[in-house]
Structures are given as structure tokens and as C-alpha cells.
């Protein structure tokens, strides 16, 4: 197994000279990124297009263009983020002055999946860099050109003792956190999640989890069922379904179930039409083994209602939906990261909160419904990381939402400033005053108790 501990030392001590906290070094590097992202970005969607088959409009939209924003975001509010923040005085200070300073945690190790090996690898490396940090960047290895040209991009600009990359799958990320760094960021799995927390542990090493599970998606009797339907399809099919955020399942109101699902294939064929055309676009499953998993799914769970055809040798999966589902199913099992959507009818919405509030808190959720009431009683009653009311996905877009999940979908969350504040420690410092010394502070002034009962109660 290969040995980082020297790659470490290196930027721990690049880290001791200080370059990284300055201001000036992070914009630098920032707009490095920006303009290599921009110089780039032809070749950043042939890669994604060799791994993935992205379309160009879906590498812009959720990769390439969402980077640039945060990067934007990021650097006209850097100076504001990083300058110490004045706060109150509490009585027991009295004369003090008291603030908190950002401070980078030193050197961050990043490990990222592969359904948008770009953007999930730079998101959070942006905050790493704002925040001050120097980083270990370890993309998915089931993408490999992206991960090649990320790699190159960031060998040939970046002196590796402040941003280096490591390229390889498990026993490299296992190797990487054999070492102490000073904070984890990792985005995958739920089950690789307990073994970077758990690797973590041993050197007491922070952590933000960004991992997944099940997102449940309800469209309620009085919802706009044609917006329903449109944003929904878009959002369980883009990337062809491997989004972590994607809709998992469907709960759909009875009533409406059946003009509900015509819609919803409308707006499929609207949207994606024939995906398995030659010149297709639509985004491929990632490999052999997670393709046969997904067809698995379709042959054993509830009825075939709209899709189901696939090319296996381009790995190309239609958007597909099934229906009669239950949660006996084995597509209800785990998340399914892929483009099929299991659908289930349902009566009365309180069961259905139930049932979900019986399984892991989901990474998101979505509720499509016209009635206030209705919106408050699902987002009241259910934890999840975070969600759209009548919308699907689109709460990830927002830098000034945070993004994370909550109990088994995740720890942590960042974007737009939380990015900057996952990659700082807030350091309290009390400024205290010399011009006066407060006698009842100490156990020998007469009458010290009586004083601090007053303030203190
Ligand atoms: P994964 O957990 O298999 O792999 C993620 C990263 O961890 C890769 O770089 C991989 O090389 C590494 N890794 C794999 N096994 C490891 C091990 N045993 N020890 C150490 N490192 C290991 O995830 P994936 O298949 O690449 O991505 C899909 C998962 O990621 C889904 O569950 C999805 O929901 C989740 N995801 C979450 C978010 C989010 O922002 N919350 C975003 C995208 C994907």
C-alpha cells in the first residue's frame, strides 16, 4: 500500500508558513480555478461525456456551470467570511470585547463519488481554498477520464504541498486516511461513510459526510399535477437517476394516481424521448455491475408501467416507472441510483409520514401539494437533509441553502458560505479589558456571591 505520510508533512508544512491564510493567496487561487475551469471546459465535457454520456447542457447545468457560480458566490464574499466577527458582550464580560475568527483546520482530505466527478470533487475543494486550507483531493476511480483530467489540471497548476490530487479507488482512499489529516470531507455512500468515520475516529479527525439513502417524493391529491409530473420526471431522470437528491420513490395520492402517471410519461417523453436512439444523450449507468443491479430491479419489483428497455452494451437505461410497488420489494430495499422510479398509491397522507419516519432520515425530500396545511403537516413531521415544496432537486442549486443530510444521510452540510464554515473552526476569543479589574469575579471579595448571583440567574 502506498504511503501518503510524506505528501502529508509536505503540507502540513507548506501549511506553517501561513501563504494559505492569506486572503490574497486564496482569491489567487480561486480565480485560478475559475479560469482553468472556463480555458477547459470543452475537454471537462468530453470527459464527462467518455465516463458518463453526459449531454453538454447537463455537464454545464449541474457540473461545470454550478462550480463556476460557487466560485463567484465564493469570491465576492470571501473578504466579509474570513474577517473575525465582533459579537456581543454578555454581562459576566463587562468591558471585554469579543469575537469570532475563522480559522483553516490545516490539511483537508476530499473524497469523491463518481455521478458528478467533477462538481462534487471542486465544491468542496472551493471551500477548502476559501476557508484557507491546503487539500488532498482523491476523485472516484469509476470515472476515470474525469479523473485524469482533474488530475491534470491540478498537477499542472498547484504546487502539490498546497493542492495535490491522489488518483485510485479504495486502497488509495484507504492509504489516504491511514494518515492523520485535519478534517475528512467525504461525499458517497452510506456504507463507505461508517468506514471514513471510523478510520477517522482513530486520529479523532473531523468529518462531513455527504451520503445518500432513500428520498421520498409525495404528490398530494391537490397538487399541480402537470408541474408535478415535468419537475419530477426531470428530476429523477436527470443523470440518468444517479443523483444523490434524485427522487427515489413515489407516493402518489389515489385520487390522482392514474391522470398523475399519464402526465408523468408525457413529460418523460417530452423531456428525454428516445433514449436509446444512436445519437442518445442521456446519461449512462456507471458500470456493468451497478447496470445488472438496476435490471434486476425492473424484472422483481411490482409491474412494468412505463420504460424498462436497456442496451447492455452501452450500459443505457430508459427512464423508467413501476407500479403496484411495496416496501417488500427489493428496488424499496436500498437506494436505487438509477433511472427507475417506483411508484405507490396511497390514502391517507399520515400513514405514509409514518411510514417513512420508520425508516433512515432521508437526504431529501419532496412535496408536491397546493394546500400550506398540507406542505407544513410533511415538512413538521418528517426529518430529512432538505427538499423543495413542488419541486424536485432544485434546493441544491441554492448557495444560500444548506446542503447536507441528517442521521444516516449525513453529517454536515455546505455550499455558498457553509462551505467556507465546513472548512474553518471557529476559534472564541475574548478580548479582555486592562483598564479595570471586576473584584467579584474572585472568591475573596466581600460579598463576591451576592454580586455574581445577580448577574448570574
Ligand atoms: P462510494 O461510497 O462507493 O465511493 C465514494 C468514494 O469513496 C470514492 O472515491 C471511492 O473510491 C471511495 N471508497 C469506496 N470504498 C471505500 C472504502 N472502503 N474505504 C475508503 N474509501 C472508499 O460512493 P459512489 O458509488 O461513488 O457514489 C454513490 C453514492 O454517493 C450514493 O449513495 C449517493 O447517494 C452518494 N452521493 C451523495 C452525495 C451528497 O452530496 N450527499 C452526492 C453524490 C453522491
Redesign the pocket.
Known amino acids: 500500500m502506498e504511503n501518503y505520510g510524506a505528501l502529508i508533512k509536505k503540507q502540513r508544512e507548506f501549511f506553517s508558513t501561513g501563504q494559505t491564510k492569506e486572503l490574497a493567496f486564496r482569491i489567487e487561487a480561486l480565480d485560478k480555478i475559475r479560469k482553468l475551469i472556463k480555458k477547459h471546459e470543452k475537454e471537462i465535457m468530453i470527459a464527462l461525456h467518455t465516463d458518463l454520456n453526459k449531454s453538454e447542457f447537463e455537464s454545464y447545468t449541474t457540473e461545470i456551470g454550478f462550480v463556476l457560480e460557487e466560485i463567484r458566490f465564493t469570491l465576492k464574499n470571501i473578504e466579509n467570511w474570513a474577517k473575525p466577527r465582533k459579537v456581543k458582550t454578555s454581562l459576566t464580560g463587562f468591558g471585554s470585547k469579543n469575537y469570532i475568527m475563522p480559522e483553516p483546520y490545516g490539511v483537508v482530505l476530499i473524497?469523491?463519488?463518481?455521478?458528478?466527478p467533477f462538481q462534487?470533487a471542486i465544491a468542496p475543494l472551493i471551500g477548502a481554498i476559501a476557508a484557507g486550507n491546503c487539500a488532498i483531493l482523491?476523485?472516484?476511480?469509476?470515472t476515470p477520464k474525469t479523473s485524469e483530467l482533474l488530475a491534470s489540471l491540478i498537477r499542472n497548476n498547484f504546487q502539490e504541498e498546497y493542492i495535490a490530487i491522489v488518483e485510485?479507488?479504495?486502497e488509495?482512499?484507504?492509504a489516504l486516511?491511514n494518515e492523520k489529516t485535519d478534517y475528512i470531507f467525504?461525499?458517497?455512500?452510506?456504507?463507505?461513510?461508517k468506514?471514513?468515520m471510523q478510520?477517522a475516529a482513530k486520529h479523532l479527525t473531523p468529518v462531513t459526510?455527504?451520503?445518500?439513502?432513500k428520498s421520498p417524493c409525495i404528490v398530494h391529491k391537490d397538487a399541480n399535477l402537470r408541474y408535478a409530473a415535468k419537475r419530477i420526471a426531470w428530476g429523477k431522470y436527470i443523470n440518468a437517476g444517479?443523483?444523490?437528491?434524485a427522487p427515489d420513490y413515489l407516493y402518489v395520492h389515489e385520487d390522482v394516481k392514474d391522470e398523475f402517471l399519464k402526465l408523468l410519461t408525457q413529460s418523460i417523453d417530452e423531456l428525454y424521448g428516445n433514449t436509446l436512439h444512436e445519437e442518445s444523450q442521456f446519461t449512462k449507468i456507471?458500470s456493468e455491475r451497478?447496470f445488472h443491479r438496476l435490471i434486476t430491479f425492473i424484472r422483481n419489483s411490482g409491474t412494468l408501467y412505463h420504460g424498462g428497455e436497456s442496451d447492455a452494451e452501452k450500459h443505457l437505461l430508459v427512464p423508467t416507472v413501476l407500479t403496484d410497488i411495496t416496501w417488500g420489494d427489493p428496488i424499496m430495499e436500498d437506494?436505487i441510483?438509477g433511472p427507475i422510479l417506483p411508484v405507490m398509491g396511497y390514502k391517507d397522507i399520515l400513514q405514509i409520514i409514518d411510514e417513512i419516519n420508520n425508516r433512515p432520515k432521508p437526504?431529501a425530500l419532496y412535496i408536491f401539494s397546493e394546500v400550506e396545511r398540507v406542505q407544513n403537516k410533511v415538512l413538521e413531521s418528517i426529518s430529512f437533509?432538505g427538499g423543495c415544496v413542488n419541486d424536485t432537486v432544485y434546493h441544491?442549486t441554492s448557495p444560500h441553502l444548506p446542503?447536507?443530510?441528517v442521521g444516516e444521510?449525513?453529517i454536515g452540510a455546505y455550499h455558498g458560505k457553509g462551505s467556507f464554515d465546513v472548512f474553518s473552526h471557529e476559534k472564541g476569543i475574548m478580548k479582555q479589558t486592562t483598564r479595570f479589574d471586576l473584584p467579584f469575579r474572585y472568591p475573596t471579595t466581600k460579598h463576591g456571591l451576592k454580586w455574581i448571583k445577580m448577574i448570574m440567574k
Open positions: 473524497i469523491s463519488p463518481w455521478n458528478y462534487l482523491k476523485p472516484s476511480e469509476l485510485g479507488g479504495v488509495t482512499s484507504t486516511l467525504f461525499t458517497g455512500s452510506v456504507a463507505v461513510g468506514v471514513i478510520e459526510l455527504e451520503l445518500g439513502g444517479q443523483t444523490c437528491v456507471v451497478h437506494e441510483f437526504l437533509g441544491f446542503f447536507g443530510g444521510s449525513g
